[in-house]
């Protein structure tokens, strides 16, 4: 089973990994590698000749090496440049690298990449700021083919031009794998847009909020930073703690998206595809196992693979074995179906409904119309097709 590398980051955020450089240090903390003696043993050859082989392992010579440098912002620390420093620090050639903390230009300077500071984004020098007057640019303006148009942070910056190799790096899914791009359009639309949208102050509706929520990831990461009257207002410490804290929610959410929600999307484009097996209509979709979760699914592939004739029940078994018959809604927020089970039908059950209906094996149709159950499923398939033949006699007898 797939596993996202979660401990790749645990480990990465430990202290003897994250090199976390302020502008007051910066100068006299880089890493210094000392020289290592190599202790020698012989090894005696069949031809007489004796060498001298190490007992040391191997090691490069890092005298002259230096350390990639990311560089942000100093003093109080946001989540969409922790995020980017996370999104960064799983790029093989930034996973070692000093994270600068400073405002300082000379130091700035001398940074591989810099994000969230420093008044330019410049893709080809690896500027990733965003708070210059003249920057408005969003995942659509940078990527047409892509629809969000929230105003991009360090977050989303670095993430549109890196995200893919990272989820690369974390999945070990290939850079165009159909997979990877479906993860990496979910990925920023549930987890990096809010990310984007706090930092930039955007509100998810006009009008006052009916009320407050307080425990978004900006929000967790926003505590962590010294309290106004704290005597210490050192941020260092939190930063480090901020960069664990998003970085194993990123990984979490990109473990469930990998390995339940893709696997559902996939239960789901399959039945899609194969729907005009199950029914001659193209209107039914079977599940051969219930509990996959689908809705979302179903309206998004529907418009992916172009499906002409909306889809109308789905049909599953339960838990009990025996199967249900359940309505499409007619959105993802909306209690409507866009075709009901038969009013007449509603909220009779057993043999009574059996009767009523001509189906054998009726359990149940619920009050609202929106859910049946039969013993078999060819009972559920056959309450299916009765209701679409109903419709179609009575096109008014239905949509509710």
């Known amino acids: 089973m797939w596993v996202v590398r979660v401990f790749s980051l645990a480990l990465k955020l430990t202290k003897n990994r994250y090199f976390l450089v302020t502008s007051e240090t910066a100068g006299v903390s880089r890493r210094v590698f000392s020289r290592v003696s190599c202790f020698s043993s012989p090894v005696h050859f069949a031809n007489g000749e004796t060498r001298y082989m190490s007992s040391e392992p191997k090691r490069l010579c890092t005298e002259n090496m230096t350390v990639t440098k990311i560089g942000t912002h100093n003093g109080t620390f946001h989540c969409d440049e922790v995020l980017a420093c996370f999104f960064l620090r799983q790029l093989p050639e930034y996973s070692d690298g000093e994270i600068i903390r400073t405002r300082d230009p000379a130091q700035l300077a001398e940074c591989d990449i810099v994000v969230d500071v420093g008044g330019e984004f410049d893709p080809k020098r ?22 969000w148009l929230t105003k ?19 999945t070990q899914l290939k850079e165009d794998d159909r997979q990877l791009e479906v993860l990496y359009d979910k990925l920023y639309e549930n987890f990096v847009e809010e990310v984007d949208a ?22 967790r990461v926003s505590h962590l930073n010294p309290r106004w009257n704290s005597t210490d207002q050192d941020t260092e410490e939190g930063f480090k703690k901020a960069l664990k804290m ?80 359940q309505c499409v809604p007619a959105g993802l927020n909306t209690f409507q179906n866009r075709l009901s089970l038969p009013e007449e039908w509603r909220g009779v059950r057993d043999e009574a409904l059996s009767e009523l209906s001509g189906i054998k094996g009726c359990i149940f149709v619920h009050a609202g119309g929106f859910i049946g159950g039969n013993k078999t499923q060819e009972g559920a398939m056959e309450m299916a097709r009765r209701t679409l033949q109903a419709a179609a006699q009575s096109p008014a007898n239905g949509n509710s």
């Open 126 to 147: 690896h500027r990733y700021d965003h708070h210059q007057r003249t920057f408005s640019d969003t995942f659509n303006s940078l990527c047409p083919e892509k629809p």
């Open 198 to 219: 706090v930092d930039n102050g955007i509100s998810q509706y006009d009008g006052e909020a009916r009320y407050s929520i307080s425990t978004t990831l900006s929000a």
């Open 152 to 170: 991009l942070s360090s977050a989303g910056l670095v993430y549109l031009h890196f995200g893919r190799r990272v989820l690369s790096q974390l």
């Open 246 to 325: 998003v970085g194993e929610e990123f990984l979490d959410r990109l473990d469930f998206y990998k390995s339940s929600w893709l696997p559902a999307r996939e239960v789901v484009e399959e039945a899609v595809k194969k729907r005009h097996q199950i029914d001659p209509s193209g209107e039914v979709l079977l599940f051969s196992q219930g509990g996959c979760p689908w809705k979302e699914h179903l309206f998004a592939l529907e418009e992916q693979l172009h499906v002409e004739t909306p889809i109308k029940f789905v049909l599953y078994p339960d838990q009990n074995g025996q199967w249900r018959v």
